[in-house]
């Protein structure tokens, strides 16, 4: 090729303005040049064995196997969950390309919730505890994924919306289902409105086994696909125009990415009830230690300081605060509070 | 070549792009000048296939691209569109970067590694390799974009007004730039325009367009006259010849 603009160009050698230096210093000042991902994620993947064999061992005492189980349910539990929800989070926000907005944000749980509601209202409570807890997770996934394909595909493949209007739509669809849930539980039976409180509030310490064996295997096969796409979604952050432009399916990926996020929120939601500011939270501090931007480092960090949060927050609470409040309380706690620093800061653009 | 064949595209009931039909030359540049509100944009993003149209039909080099796979188009179209906006902290080098991923998909050789290189060589942004795209001027913003289509390799380059943010400097140098991608490696070079003295100096071709519709096409000779500029944008102006080349004098 010719070289055919002059190397003296003025502005080539200048300094970082003020502009420059500003932003440089609040992101640095988080995490040190020196890391590599590589490092973090090793540092990491020690600290979450260390937070597993820690919960797992802790004032262990009376009969082994039966406390060993109780507590691997648990934290498997809370393995499966940490990746489903740091993965929707991050897979959504760069779909939609902005780093505020999330799956639970935009009603995905309140939609789950509604569909529950919808079935024990129509097919009533006894229906739903005798059918195949695998059969009836089946139906509920697949009702997910339909409704919040044909839902949300027009929001984010229409290319033109606002991210303000997003939010807004996203809360104003969340409180309309949560509103629809809610008018049918007080139509419901008093008996049946405790069997579907229950399933809702199901907390890490009442986790049916075999639900969490199908999980598992589940959101395993997704992370497998989110893998196997993290270039792609490298394109996808730079917008849809540009991603494009450099010849990506942008319909076909946005829509694949409704489904696994659904799939994903729906299980996650189904093992704990919905956490609405947690990947939010998650996915905030992977982008503020991985300097690198690249999906390849996003997606194991985003899972692994997931995992570090709920098990590591699930050992605190248990022993230094005596189980005296639910670990969801706390987190939603400080996502809530970023979230409102994310909103004030203007991250909303 | 890149045949139109009367595309149409109107939004909520307004015609933007109104049955334009015509055939872009391979090689050489041409440009896409018209008042505000004219259809410029749209038109080569319908082109692009980065909006879809109502109804008509494009094809570039011979691939239909309704029809044509997006990663395919993407080795023989680049586009540029006014505004980027990335939420993401990109280093210039990384952005450039991206402009392979249609080749390589991600993994990029020693190969793209030189069209890289090369491309912010191209734009004059060697030393600001590892700079981030926030810590840019706007100008340097622009090149970085240029450079990302430019290390795409693709035959045929739309950019929608490349001369955004540039002074009279780095605007002459980039038009300047345009003309040797046509004629020293052969590029079909497409651009939306504003001033229509670049695209007199510049241009094989110039279409010209108004309220949707496609009013005037041919050489600068043919454009820079009068009669049709006022056609196209309602006013007078007066043209010179300076060194061969016509001036459209506007400004009084």
């Known amino acids: 090729m010719p070289k055919t603009l002059s190397p003296s160009s003025a502005s080539a050698p200048r300094s970082p303005g003020p502009a420059g230096a500003r932003t440089g210093f609040s992101l640095r000042s988080l995490s040190p040049k020196t890391i590599s991902p590589r490092t973090l994620i090793i540092v990491m993947a020690l600290a979450t064995v260390a937070c597993i064999a820690v919960f797992m061992t802790l004032e262990l005492r009376g009969n082994l196997s039966y406390a060993l189980t109780r507590r691997g349910i648990r934290v498997g539990a809370m393995l499966v969950v940490a990746v489903a929800v740091g993965l929707s989070t991050l897979m959504f926000q760069t779909v939609t390309a902005n780093r505020i907005l999330t799956p639970s944000i935009m009603g995905f749980d309140a939609l789950y919730i509604l569909i529950q509601t919808a079935l024990v209202f129509v097919l009533g409570s006894s229906t739903l505890l005798t059918a195949d807890p695998a059969l009836k997770f089946a139906i509920e996934v697949v009702l997910m994924v339909v409704f919040s394909a044909l839902l949300y595909r027009w929001l984010f493949t229409g290319g033109t919306g606002s991210l303000h209007l997003m939010l807004l739509v996203g809360i104003v669809i969340g409180t309309l289902f949560r509103g629809f849930s809610s008018l049918l539980q007080r139509l419901m039976e008093p008996s049946e409105y405790i069997v579907l409180q229950d399933l809702f509030f199901a907390s890490f310490n009442q986790v049916d086994p075999v639900l969490l064996l199908i999980s598992a295997v589940i959101v395993a096969l997704v992370a497998g696909v989110v893998w196997k796409l993290r270039k792609t979604f490298d394109v996808l952050a730079l917008g849809r125009d540009t991603a494009v432009n450099l010849g990506v399916d942008h319909r076909r990926i946005v829509t694949l990415v409704l489904v696994l996020c659904s799939i994903l929120v729906a299980i996650s939601t189904a093992l704990v009830g919905p956490v609405t500011f947690f990947g939010l939270l998650v996915v905030s501090l992977a982008y503020q230690m991985v300097r690198k931007f690249s999906h390849a480092a996003l997606i194991p960090i985003v899972c692994l300081l997931g995992a570090i949060t709920l098990i590591g927050g699930q050992l605190v609470l248990e022993r230094v605060f005596g189980f005296a409040t639910a670990l969801s309380v706390i987190i939603e706690f400080a996502g809530g509070l970023l979230f409102l620093y994310l909103l004030l800061k203007g991250s909303l653009k | ?252």
């Open chain 2, 1 to 252: 070549m890149i045949c139109i064949d009367s595309v149409t595209k109107s939004y909520s009931g307004t015609t933007v792009v109104d049955a334009v039909s015509t055939t872009i030359p391979a090689g050489g540049v041409t440009s896409i000048i018209g008042p505000n509100g004219a259809g410029k944009s749209t038109l080569l993003s319908l082109i692009s296939r980065l909006v879809p149209m109502d109804s008509g039909a494009v094809s570039i080099a011979g691939l239909d691209i309704g029809r044509t796979p997006s990663k395919q188009l993407a080795k023989s179209m680049a586009i540029l569109r006014q505004e980027n906006h990335i939420t993401m902290r990109l280093r210039v080098r990384d952005l450039v970067g991206f402009g392979r991923f249609p080749h390589s998909g991600g993994h990029p050789t020693a190969q793209d590694e030189k069209h890289i290189l090369a491309a912010m060589e191209q734009l004059d942004l060697t030393q600001l390799a590892d700079r981030f795209l926030d810590e840019l001027s706007g100008g340097q913003r622009q090149r970085a974009y240029i450079a990302m289509v430019l290390a795409q390799d693709t035959d045929y380059l739309l950019l929608d007004e490349p001369l955004n943010n540039l002074d009279m400097k780095h605007s002459v140098e980039m038009m300047r730039m345009i003309r040797r991608l046509a004629d020293e490696l052969g590029k079909t070079v497409v651009i939306v325009i504003h001033d229509i003295n670049f695209a007199s100096c510049y241009s094989d071709t110039i279409l010209a367009m108004r309220e949707g519709v496609l009013v005037h096409q041919g050489t600068p000779a043919e454009i820079m006259t009068g009669d049709v500029l006022r056609d196209v944008y309602d006013i007078d102006i007066r043209i010179e010849e300076i060194d061969g080349n016509r001036i459209g004098v506007y400004f009084a």
